[in-house]
């Protein structure tokens, strides 16, 4: 029995929909249900899980809310629905709370806190540039969370914000580290010397993990949004975050992370840190080392050959003159592996592209959602082909609903759908822990696991990497642990699973 509602022009983040559909899960007698925004991708999740009916699916836009539930019985239908509207009455009374200071409006949050001066805005992205622009003229440093912001709002809010020296961190920008303070999906670091600007979340995070593992700390971690360093707009964040590290007494290295940047924008940056006197280090994803021929800047082709150079740096050390060994495990697959091929399934976009270009080095025909080659991306990204790389945080994926890192669903159904192909030789994940992340993703990833083993044509090798630390709320450790007690090899780094994996495959070729 399968029962919808609809509600129109109702809208609410993806955090508060994955607790709305974890309650309705949790019910006896409930068989799936879920609580989505009604976009096209997620009308055909529903449609696909038999939760939605064709009907309702028509009426149903982008902007309302749909509840479907399936059931074994119209009462527990009606004790589901009675649940939800708890949930919400439940919302709308925290919302009132009078133990909170509930402001509604910027022009009221600035006069209950006239020293404000910083904010984080995570509304739809249609939305977003007026809201933002209220901040940067009000003074207040930003980090714009959401997405779908328009690549020309995009560079009319910085312009602004460089001009009157404000931070204008994003589009799409998850992950800082500000004074101390982790933003968004950030970890627990130590405080040091390091600073960071990055265009990318999840490598930023690598990063930091890494540094703060080999005993070394983070001053400031800037992001600046994934298009930052495109011809369109110019590097303006990544160049004034660049400057202001340089001129910050507590930052004495100075660390880049990005996909390539435009040729343009690559001669910008390094025009400009060629005047710094404090060694820098550039890791631009897939990057020529020949882009840095004459330059003061360190070039590295891993997140984990950053941290290592950072950290070198930031003792006083010459890294040409401190071997950066990697000490990968020497393993090789099992004779009833008879699958052929790796399948990575990333919560976080900057691993699973450092991982692309890992595997591209050895095993050329890597597809991928995320390709910089035309040639190898996806047509159907539900489908694999061949080596595949996934970045479960695509836009496709997220659209109207949370982030992987925050709600795993989609990506334990893949992990599932891939153990189930006899071509699955490897599965390469990754675990990123931290503010923000989900409470345990090591536990998700292992009912995953158990319940895909029960599948299994064939054993199948399992690789992986925690981006964390022991400090985060999830601990680095504990996580790390149960992956192990499912049979998961854990690495250090995803940088070490994935030539790791790669190795795996090349070895039986050869």
């Known amino acids: 029995m399968i029962h919808n509602i609809i509600k129109e022009n109702a809208y609410f983040d993806s955090v508060t929909l994955m607790?709305?559909?974890?309650?309705?899960?949790?019910?006896?007698?409930?068989?799936?249900?879920?609580?989505?925004?009604?976009?096209?991708?997620?009308?055909?999740?529903?449609?696909?899980?038999?939760?939605?009916?064709?009907?309702?699916?028509?009426k149903a836009t982008s902007n309302d809310l749909i509840i479907g539930v399936k059931a074994?019985?119209?009462?527990?239908?009606?004790?589901?629905?009675?649940?939800?509207?708890?949930?919400?009455?439940?919302?709308?009374?925290?919302?009132?709370?009078?133990?909170?200071?509930?402001?509604?409006?910027?022009?009221?949050?600035?006069?209950?806190?006239?020293?404000?001066?910083?904010?984080?805005v995570s509304i739809p992205g249609r939305f977003a540039k007026n809201e933002v622009m209220k901040c940067l003229k009000n003074n207040i440093h930003v980090l714009l969370f959401s997405d779908n912001v328009s690549i020309e709002d995009e560079n009319e809010l910085k312009e602004y914000a460089v001009k009157h020296q404000l931070l204008m961190m994003g589009p799409d920008?998850?992950?800082?580290?500000?004074?101390?303070?982790?933003?968004?999906?950030?970890?627990?670091?130590?405080?040091?010397?390091?600073?960071?600007?990055?265009?990318?979340?999840?490598?930023?995070?690598?990063?930091?993990?890494?540094?703060?593992?080999?005993?070394?700390?983070?001053?400031?971690?800037?992001?600046?949004?994934g298009r930052d360093l495109k011809e369109a707009i110019g590097g303006k964040m990544m160049l004034m975050a660049l400057?202001?590290?340089?001129?910050?007494?507590?930052?004495?290295?100075?660390?880049?992370?990005?996909?390539?940047?435009?040729?343009?924008?690559?001669?910008?940056?390094?025009?400009?840190?060629?005047?710094?006197?404090?060694?820098?280090?550039?890791?631009?994803?897939?990057?020529?080392?020949?882009?840095?021929?004459?330059?003061?800047?360190?070039?590295?082709?891993?997140?984990?050959?950053?941290?290592?150079?950072?950290?070198?740096?930031?003792?006083g050390l010459n890294p040409h003159e401190t071997p950066i060994?990697?000490?990968?495990?020497?393993?090789?697959?099992?004779?009833?592996?008879?699958?052929?091929?790796?399948?990575?399934?990333?919560?976080?976009?900057?691993?699973?592209?450092?991982?692309?270009?890992?595997?591209?080095?050895?095993?050329?025909?890597?597809y991928s959602n995320i390709s910089s080659d035309p040639n190898y991306l996806l047509n159907d990204v539900e489908t694999s082909l061949k080596h595949t790389i996934m970045d479960m945080g695509d836009d496709f994926f997220t659209n109207g609903r949370p982030h992987p890192?925050?709600?795993?669903?989609?990506?334990?159904?893949?992990?599932?759908?891939?153990v189930k192909d006899p071509e699955t030789a490897v599965l390469l994940l990754d675990c990123v822990i931290g503010y923000g992340s989900h409470e345990d993703p090591a536990g998700e990833l292992l009912k995953a696991i158990n319940?895909?083993?029960?599948?299994?044509?064939?054993p199948i090798t399992l690789i992986a990497s925690v981006c964390g630390t022991s400090s985060d709320p999830q601990n680095r450790g504990e996580q790390e642990n149960k992956l192990r007690s499912a049979g998961v090899i854990v690495l250090d780094t995803n940088a070490q699973a994935a030539r790791l994996a790669t190795n795996l495959i090349v070895s039986r070729l050869d």
Do not use: W
Request: glycine content about 8%.
């Open 451 to 458: 319940k895909a083993m029960e599948h299994a044509t064939h």
């Open 19 to 58: 607790l709305f559909s974890s309650k309705l899960n949790s019910i006896e007698g409930v068989e799936q249900a879920a609580v989505m925004m009604g976009t096209d991708h997620n009308k055909d999740l529903m449609k696909s899980s038999g939760i939605l009916t064709d009907d309702v699916s028509h």
């Open 325 to 366: 060994e990697n000490r990968d495990p020497k393993l090789q697959l099992s004779n009833e592996n008879t699958g052929k091929y790796i399948r990575g399934i990333y919560t976080g976009g900057t691993l699973a592209y450092e991982s692309i270009l890992i595997l591209k080095k050895q095993l050329s025909e890597t």
């Open 173 to 225: 920008c998850g992950t800082a580290i500000i004074n101390g303070v982790s933003i968004g999906f950030a970890n627990v670091v130590r405080r040091g010397n390091i600073g960071l600007v990055a265009a990318s979340g999840t490598g930023l995070q690598e990063v930091t993990v890494i540094i703060d593992r080999l005993g070394g700390g983070i001053s400031q971690a800037i992001g600046t949004g």
């Open 72 to 120: 074994q019985s119209q009462e527990i239908i009606d004790q589901a629905i009675k649940a939800l509207n708890e949930q919400f009455e439940n919302k709308s009374k925290a919302s009132t709370s009078s133990n909170k200071v509930i402001l509604r409006t910027l022009d009221a949050a600035i006069k209950h806190t006239p020293d404000l001066n910083f904010a984080i």
């Open 243 to 315: 400057e202001a590290l340089n001129q910050d007494d507590s930052t004495e290295v100075i660390g880049m992370i990005s996909k390539p940047p435009s040729k343009i924008v690559l001669n910008r940056i390094l025009d400009l840190v060629s005047t710094f006197n404090k060694p820098v280090v550039a890791c631009f994803l897939g990057a020529s080392s020949s882009d840095f021929d004459g330059s003061n800047v360190f070039a590295t082709e891993t997140l984990e050959e950053a941290a290592k150079v950072l950290v070198t740096l930031s003792k």
């Open 405 to 418: 890192m925050i709600d795993p669903t989609l990506r334990s159904e893949r992990l599932i759908k891939e």
